[in-house]
C-alpha cells in the first residue's frame, strides 16, 4: 500500500526532535564554521536563500543535501538543525540525514516563517551575476566562502610589490579567485632569465614592462579583475602613495631596503603585509599584521651583511621555490581578506624543497622595535585575534 505525504510526514515526526526559536537563535550565534558548535543548514531553493536567510546558517539546497551533507558536516556526531520555509522540507531532510548516519539531528519547527515573525535579523548575500556564479561555482560551494565571501574578494583590493618569482603565482591565483583589483609595483622589464619562474610573462614579451606584461596575463585569465600598474620604483617618497587605499599587501620585493620602507609605511598605516622570501632551494614565509603581531624590523632589526643574504641573480634559485611560496603567499591573502583560518601572524614558515619539509618558528614583536613599538603602547586596544577586520580596524 502506497503512503500518503501525511504518512512521511508523521513518520518523520515520530523520529526527529523539533527544536524552537530561542535554540535556533543561541546556536547561530556561533559561526558554522566552529566544528564544534551546532551547525544549522538551511535546505530550501536559491532563489528562497537570496531573497533571505538567518544569519549563520549554511545553505544546502534539499536536492543537493545527500551529496554534499559529507563535506560540510564530517562528523556524525556533530549538532545538526535543518531548517526550510515552514518546516516541513526540513523535517523530511533531517530524517535523510538520520538514515545517513548522523545520530544527533534536530529540525526547526516553524523555521523561516517563524524567524520572520519574530522580527529577527535576517540576511540578504550579495548578489552575484549569472558569469560569476559558474567562474566561482567551486567557492560558492564552501561554506567559509559562499556568496558573501566571493563577494568580499570581488571588492577587495590586493597590492604586489613586484611582479616576479613570488608575484606572478601569487597574482594569477589571486586573479583566478576573483580579488576585484590588483595593484602592482614593479620598474623592470621582462628578461630572458626572469622566465624559469616567473610565470607572468612570456618569451614574445622579453623587452617589455613588467607592469604591462602582468596586466595582459591577468586580463587574459580575468576580464573582470581591474588591473593598476604602477611603473616605479617603490621607496620612501611614494610608498605612502602606493599602498593607500589597498586591504592587503605582498611583499615579492629581493632587497632589504624596499622591505623596511615597506614595512614601516604598511604598520603606519595598518596594512598588513604577506611576506616572503627565497633562496636557492628554501623559501620563508610569514605574515605581518599591525597591532596583532611582529613585524619586518622585529624579524630583521638590521639587516644581515650582503654576503649572508645574496640576491638570486647572484644565489640563482630553483624555479618551482618561488612558484610555490607565492602561492603561499596568494592562500594568506585569501584567508586575511575572508577573515578565516589562522593566518601566519607571529608564526614563520620556513620550507626546504630537498627534502619537501615545512618548519614552523615562533616570531615575537621587539617592545622596543622603532616601526611598531607605538601601537603596543596601550595594549588594552589591541586586538589579538588574527583576521582580516581585526587587522585593519583594532577595537
Known amino acids: 500500500m502506497s503512503r500518503t505525504y501525511g504518512d512521511l510526514m508523521g513518520s518523520a515526526h515520530d523520529g526527529i526532535r523539533g527544536i ?17 558548535s551546532p551547525i544549522v543548514i538551511d535546505v530550501r ?34 549538532p545538526v538543525v535543518l531548517s526550510c520555509l515552514s518546516g516541513a522540507r526540513s523535517l523530511l531532510a533531517a530524517q535523510t ?8 539531528v534536530a529540525n526547526f519547527a516553524g523555521s523561516f516563517q517563524a524567524w520572520q515573525r519574530a522580527g529577527m535579523p535576517v540576511e540578504a548575500p550579495a548578489t552575484l551575476t549569472d558569469a560569476q556564479r559558474r567562474r566561482y561555482s567551486r567557492h560558492l560551494l564552501i561554506p567559509e566562502v559562499g556568496i558573501d565571501g566571493q563577494a568580499r574578494l570581488l571588492e577587495a583590493k590586493v597590492l604586489l610589490i613586484g611582479a616576479g618569482g613570488l608575484g606572478s603565482p601569487a597574482a594569477l591565483y589571486l586573479a583566478a579567485a576573483g580579488v576585484g583589483t590588483i595593484g602592482i609595483v614593479d620598474f623592470d622589464v621582462v628578461d630572458e632569465s626572469n ?44 610608498v605612502d602613495r602606493l599602498i593607500a587605499g589597498y586591504d592587503a599587501i605582498l611583499d615579492g620585493t629581493d632587497t632589504f631596503d624596499v622591505r623596511y620602507t615597506l614595512n614601516d609605511a604598511a604598520v603606519r598605516a595598518g596594512i598588513p603585509v604577506v611576506h616572503a622570501s627565497v633562496f636557492r632551494f628554501e623559501g620563508q614565509l610569514t605574515v605581518f599584521a599591525p597591532g596583532v603581531g611582529p613585524c ?24 618551482v621555490v618561488p612558484g610555490i611560496m607565492g602561492l603561499l603567499q596568494a592562500n594568506e591573502i585569501i584567508k586575511l581578506l575572508l577573515g578565516i583560518g589562522e593566518p601566519l601572524i ?14 614552523e618558528l615562533k616570531l615575537r614583536r621587539d617592545p622596543a622595535c622603532p616601526a611598531c613599538a607605538f601601537l603596543w603602547a596601550d595594549e588594552t586596544q589591541i586586538v589579538q585575534e588574527p583576521g582580516i577586520r581585526s587587522v585593519l580596524a583594532p577595537a
Request: hydrophobic share 35%; net charge negative; charged share 20%.
Open 346 to 359: 607571529g608564526r614563520l614558515l620556513i620550507y626546504a624543497a630537498l627534502d619537501a619539509t615545512f618548519t
Open 45 to 78: 531553493e536559491q532563489h528562497e536563500w537570496d531573497a533571505g536567510h538567518i544569519p549563520n546558517t549554511v545553505h544546502v539546497p534539499r536536492g543537493q543535501l545527500e551529496a554534499r551533507i559529507p563535506s560540510i558536516v564530517p562528523d556524525l556526531t556533530r
Open 296 to 319: 619586518y624590523r622585529c624579524l630583521y632589526p638590521t639587516p644581515p651583511p650582503p654576503e649572508l643574504a645574496p640576491g638570486c641573480s647572484v644565489a640563482g634559485v630553483l624555479g
Open 20 to 36: 524552537g526559536l530561542e535554540e535556533v537563535a543561541e546556536i547561530v550565534k556561533t559561526p558554522p564554521s566552529d566544528p564544534a
Open 195 to 238: 622566465l624559469q619562474r616567473q610565470v607572468l610573462h612570456t618569451t614574445d614579451r622579453v623587452g617589455t614592462k613588467k607592469v604591462e606584461s602582468a596586466a595582459m596575463t591577468i586580463r587574459a585569465l580575468n576580464p573582470e579583475v581591474k588591473v593598476i600598474g604602477h611603473d616605479e620604483v617603490l621607496g620612501e617618497d611614494n
Open 97 to 104: 540525514l538520520h538514515g545517513l548516519g548522523y545520530t544527533n
